[in-house]
């Protein structure tokens, strides 16, 4: 995670800058509900997050071949079944992940739709020239991010075996490295810069479908569209400012205009890491406003672990003891393991009865020192034990579940006497605990030596792990963390020079980050958060192109649109706010502007004004202008209706006399839409409610909440 | 690898290798790069040959290679050294008296690859070991030896190679394989299976070709399973002919066998690329089983008897003939000495009536001419039409459903198998020795599905899962 990893360890798995800079685990520190952490609690434990955003480009194609981007299918045309191997890198290592999938033997199935997918995304044709488009975009999003851009892009290989891209690879190629934007969030003190590592482009994987045992199904539509993945430094210290983070960097890349929006278009991985421990990444996340409960679940996961590798070190656990089998049955190899099919025989516990009968092997891991351990509370509603399953589920793919059971299970399960007899077939003590997985025969044997794969990490605290989001927040495993081994370059492309002249167009026509756009704003006179919003906002564009004066026009024009450009989307696509808003041309809300700045309309009239232009298109603006224009002081309607409202104010059961003039207020202003200056309604309004003599001190509550513009 | 000790420059020319010299690296050098696009840090790789000379290859701590261009160059530093060893884990090939030996002869292509990333190449990878490294099923098939005979890709094999091929393929044979299986790059699979059908004739065991549409340097590659099922067939399977044995659908299913003569690459890049034309496949084969579609083949037999007659004229050209084909075009051909000719003609076996005084002259020069078809499929029927007729006069020789390429290599072995007696070359063009002129040809010969029409689209939903 760190920058200090450029000594890279030569027969290392990984660098070491995946590890936390703070060795010690704050063992003691209480598991604290989300919501009670303050950000000095998350220091206490070392929290330290960093993102990888995935933003899916909006071009015509997919990246190396000419299928159209964009579409998203549910029909079937054919289908293709393909299995995975392990290769080489580069630099002559297996990497672990690419082990770890081989071993879990999986059919793999893509679903095929002819308009979609060509024979590039089955992996049955070389790839075509990389998207020019899609490196343009890419440029365009590393110029924002102030990254130093590669002079020669190269496509590489990036192994993925769970079988999600057909070729067993991504092709991604780094575009940008080592860059950072302004990161301000004032809700949460924060003012600094946030660093961004790289920015790289790669071709998008496939959808799953289904996932039952040896079986894994994916639909292929969304298979090779471009997406860039940006990924921040660890500096990301509370989950909160994750969330801020994660927001950032959307906005970022929506600034340019050239992303795509909706659901899946955007995806966050995160990376956590606690202090004692080592990064562990949860991968597709797609709501921002799920991230930090899940940061904070996974922080005190990690703390959890660490607490578990501590106690097991206490009763001098090493790895000598959890030795993985040799090659062959675990079951005939290792004294950890034995077939406990006979013993378990006249079982009742259903799971294993209906194993047995399904002619399943049942086989016993013996845990040494483990006792207390594999209920060791590691995420709400999950302990310890959940560790070993989830990586039973994904490894060994079990198709019946529930696969496993073991000695410190309180209810259901194995009776005390099946564990007795596994014990003494152990010869275990009262410090041991068992294990009991169940699954035809060679996922059995794998799911044993996962048990004591698993049970021996324990010992180094936190597995380098890629986790997957669950719904409330919990996580669980998916596969092993890759390591730059799975890394390799792509035969089939050339690489790509990016001149000088390229960089150039891409800077001439380069988007307005957001800060400097939020900068201009506040410039104009819009507070913070109302600057903020629009540096943003899909109507900035349309800010801009009407250039109103600075000042109250601004901010008049920031508040209108803010409020009123939504809610025409909103209703006119039928209550579907993720639906990119339609915003208007700049000509016919110019005019209003304008008619504002020269006191055509008032103010507060121009909100009306503009609702009026959005809803109808077809009517004539001066025409609409006419109908704001503001109202004179001898208007007879006016006169009119401050009478009846200071009549009314007799049948009024309210408090104050302050009440009282906000209703009557509120009565006069309601039928002027914002045509009318308040303070002189107001002097008139006082003066007619004195001469009906209205007391108001008899009544309680009840009035209109607020003077002003009566609008909405 | 030692080459790299030699040029610590590897692959670099020009401008980029200046800059290196001028900064004191060479490759394997971890380096600190001031540039002016910014620093970047990374281990220096040789660069493909085939590259540009402007850029400086850069593999970063994330895995992910990029280019730095040799004039954004401010200054590179040294920060390490880390020389990369890429090799496949070689494990030693365990054997079983209980396996059947099977004998793998090597001839390039990528069945078995790695990655040379200086010129950016797969090369093959191919002893025993390294093959059970990267396909340890094979140790449960077969006791495998291996001979490397060529390093070449598919395109560079030609009639010097097959000569060898063909020996090396009887010697086998006579040291008592249970089978022999040739690895052989996809382009030019068929013309060697082809020359090895009349080159190696009647053998007592299969002798199967086998390679792969995805090298083996990528996870999907069809390699392993293609050389599973080759040698499975090669030590188990009853069928003793030449056959190419490759994917059958493009799923990871089954293979097909296909008899050699029949057998022909019909696509640049899918797996199922080979097809057997105008007949049906041998056989498929799938996971330890093989499953006969065909029963006129060739049964395994106990004995070491096979008939090797390695022989090929080069003197002799396949010519895709065109409408607009000038009688100039063959005139050159025998000018230059060449004593057969395999046109691929039109429809039924045609060619226009221009180059008729071209074909007399061949036939007067004593080049012998054969006709076979571009259409791939159906029989040579010079019969039917007149333009037929005239052509048989001139002495053109109809070769059946003989395919054009197996024609070709046919008529290179026949007239280096009877370089001086032109009638029994006629005589062995115009009978069929492995297979390569069928008497009949099936309704199910032919099969192009035309795709988009509703009972194909029917008939794929279901066949293509």
């Known amino acids: ?712 | 690898m030692s080459a790299a000790q030699k040029d610590p420059y590897r692959g670099y020319r020009g401008p980029a290798r200046e800059v290196m010299k001028k900064f004191g690296i060479t490759v394997w050098c971890e380096v600190r790069a001031k540039t002016t696009r910014g620093e970047f840090e990374g281990l220096v790789l040789p660069r493909s040959e085939t590259s540009d000379e402007l850029h400086l290859v850069l593999k970063l701590t994330s895995g992910y290679n990029v280019g730095i261009r040799h004039d954004t160059v401010l200054d590179l530093t040294k920060v390490g050294y880390r020389e990369a060893h890429y090799q496949i884990p070689e494990k030693e090939f365990p054997t079983d008296a209980g396996h059947p030996e099977v004998k793998l002869l090597g001839t390039g292509g990528t069945i078995a690859s790695r990655l040379d990333y200086r010129t950016g190449a797969v090369i093959p990878a191919f002893s025993p070991g390294e093959l059970y490294g990267s396909v340890p099923e094979l140790a449960e098939i077969c006791n495998l030896e291996t001979e490397k005979l060529f390093g070449v890709f598919s395109e560079n094999m030609g009639p010097e190679q097959y000569l060898i091929l063909a020996e090396k393929t009887g010697e086998a044979i006579k040291e008592g394989f249970d089978g022999v299986v040739i690895g052989h790059g996809t382009d030019t699979m068929h013309h060697t299976a082809a020359a090895l059908s009349f080159m190696v004739q009647k053998p007592p065991v299969p002798i199967i070709m086998v390679g792969s549409q995805r090298s083996s340097d990528r996870p999907s590659s069809d390699a392993a399973q293609n050389l599973i099922n080759a040698t499975w067939a090669a030590g188990h399977g009853p069928i003793a002919e030449v056959m190419v044995c490759m994917f059958g659908p493009t799923s990871d299913l089954y293979n097909l066998l296909h008899r050699g003569t029949r057998v022909r690459k019909m696509h640049s890049s899918v797996r199922s690329t080979f097809r057997t034309l105008g007949d049906i496949p041998l056989a498929t084969v799938e996971k330890g089983k093989l499953t006969p579609i065909k029963d006129d083949w060739l049964p395994r037999r106990d004995d070491k008897d096979v008939l090797v007659q390695a022989a090929f004229d080069e003197r002799v050209t396949l010519t895709y003939y065109y409408p607009g084909m000038n009688a100039d075009v063959v005139d050159a051909l025998v000018e230059k000495g060449y004593k057969g000719i395999v046109i691929a003609g039109t429809g039924l076996g045609h060619v226009n009536r221009l180059i008729y005084l071209a074909l007399e002259r061949a036939r007067e020069a004593g080049v012998q001419v054969y006709m076979t078809l571009q259409t791939l499929w159906g029989f040579v029927q010079m019969h039917v039409y007149e333009t037929g007729r005239e052509i048989l006069e001139l002495g053109v020789i109809p070769l059946a459903n003989m395919l054009p390429e197996v024609a070709y290599i046919k008529l290179g072995w026949a007239l280096g198998v009877h370089p001086d007696d032109p009638e029994k070359v006629k005589e062995l063009m115009t009978t069929s020795v492995a297979g390569e002129v069928t008497e009949r040809e099936p309704h199910d010969g032919y099969l192009i599905f035309q795709g988009g029409i509703p009972e194909v689209q029917e008939f794929l939903e279901k066949v293509w899962r």
């Open chain 1, 1 to 712: 995670m760190e920058d200090h990893n450029s000594d890279q360890n030569p027969g290392g798995i990984r660098p070491p800058g995946d590890l936390n800079p703070r060795t010690g685990p704050s063992l003691d520190f209480p598991d604290k509900p989300f919501g009670e952490m303050t950000p000095g609690d998350y220091e206490a434990i070392g929290f330290m997050a960093g993102l990888e955003v995935h933003q899916q480009l909006k071009t015509k194609s997919k990246l190396f071949c000419r299928c159209p981007a964009g579409r998203r299918v549910t029909r079937v045309d054919a289908e293709v079944l393909r299995h995975m191997r392990p290769t080489l890198s580069e630099l002559g290592e297996y990497d672990g992940t690419a082990l770890m999938e081989f071993k879990t033997k999986k059919e793999i199935v893509y679903l095929l739709e002819r308009g979609t997918v060509c024979t590039y995304e089955m992996d049955d044709t070389p790839p075509f020239e990389i998207d020019e488009e899609a490196v343009r975009i890419a440029i365009e999003m590393s110029e924002l991010c102030n990254l130093n851009l590669v002079s020669e892009l190269h496509v590489m290989r990036k192994q993925y075996l769970d079988g999600s891209i057909p070729t067993g690879f991504q092709r991604t190629a780094m575009v940008g490295l080592t860059g950072s934007i302004p990161f301000r969030v004032p809700s949460l003190g924060v003012d600094r810069e946030l660093s961004i590592r790289q920015l790289s482009l790669e071709e998008d994987s496939c959808r799953e479908v289904s996932d039952v045992g040896h079986r894994i199904t994916y639909r292929t539509d969304r298979l090779g569209m471009p997406l860039t993945e940006m990924v921040t430094e660890p500096e990301l210290l509370t989950p909160q400012e994750l969330q801020a983070g994660a927001h950032l960097l959307a906005q970022l890349a929506r600034t340019t205009g050239k992303v795509r929006r909706g659901p899946g278009a955007g995806r966050q991985d995160v990376n956590v890491s606690v202090a004692g421990g080592r990064r562990v990444e949860i991968k597709g996340v797609h709501h921002h406003r799920r991230l930090p409960l899940l940061v904070h679940t996974e922080a005190f996961r990690q703390l959890n672990l660490l607490r578990v590798k501590a106690e097991l070190e206490n009763r001098g656990v090493t790895a000598g003891n959890l030795q993985e089998p040799q090659e062959g049955p675990p079951w005939d190899t290792s004294p950890l393991v034995l077939d406990a099919g006979a013993v378990l025989a006249d079982t009742s516990f259903f799971p294993v009865r209906n194993a047995l009968s399904r002619g399943d092997t049942v086989c016993a891991v013996l845990l040494p020192e483990f006792a207390g351990l594999l209920n060791h509370v590691t995420q709400p509603g999950f302990t310890f034990a959940y560790e070993i399953s989830d990586r039973i589920r994904v490894i060994a793919c079990p198709v019946h579940a529930p696969f496993m059971t073991h000695s410190e299970v309180d209810r259901g399960g194995l009776i005390s006497r099946h564990w007795k007899v596994l014990e003494r077939a152990f010869s275990a003590g009262p410090g041991d605990a068992i294990v009991v997985v169940w699954a035809p025969k060679e996922d059995a044997a794998t799911a044993a030596r996962e048990v004591l794969i698993r049970a021996r990490e324990a010992l180094e605290g936190i597995p380098a792990e890629t986790r997957q989001a669950h719904v409330d927040g919990t996580n669980g495993f998916e596969r092993i963390l890759p390591g730059p081994d799975r890394m390799y370059p792509d035969t089939d492309t050339p690489p790509l020079p990016i001149p000088d002249t390229m960089v150039s167009e891409v800077r001439a026509q380069l988007a307005e980050p957001p800060w400097d756009r939020q900068e201009r704003y506040q410039e104009l006179g819009l507070d913070e958060r109302s600057a903020a919003v629009l540096s943003v906002a899909q109507w900035a564009d349309l800010f801009d192109q009407v250039a109103p004066d600075a000042g109250e026009t601004a901010r008049r024009l920031a508040g209108a649109l803010e409020k009123r450009i939504p809610y025409h989307a909103r209703k006119q696509n039928g209550a579907k706010p993720r639906t990119p808003q339609e915003v208007p041309g700049p000509a016919r809300v110019s005019q209003l502007v304008r008619a504002l700045e020269d006191g055509k309309i008032r103010p507060e009239g121009l909100v009306r004004a503009l609702d009026e232009t959005l809803a109808s298109p077809d009517r004539e603006v001066p025409d609409v202008l006419d109908r704001y224009q503001p109202v004179q002081d001898d208007d007879d309607e006016l006169a009119e209706a401050i009478s009846e409202a200071a009549k009314k104010v007799g049948s009024l059961r309210t408090a104050s006399e302050e009440g009282v003039l906000r209703w009557a207020m509120g009565a006069v202003m309601k039928r002027f839409f914002g045509r009318l200056d308040p303070e002189p309604v107001r002097e008139r309004l006082l003066t007619a409610l004195a001469q009906e003599g209205a007391s108001p001190a008899d009544h309680q509550g009840g009035g209109s909440n607020k003077a002003g513009e009566g609008v909405e």
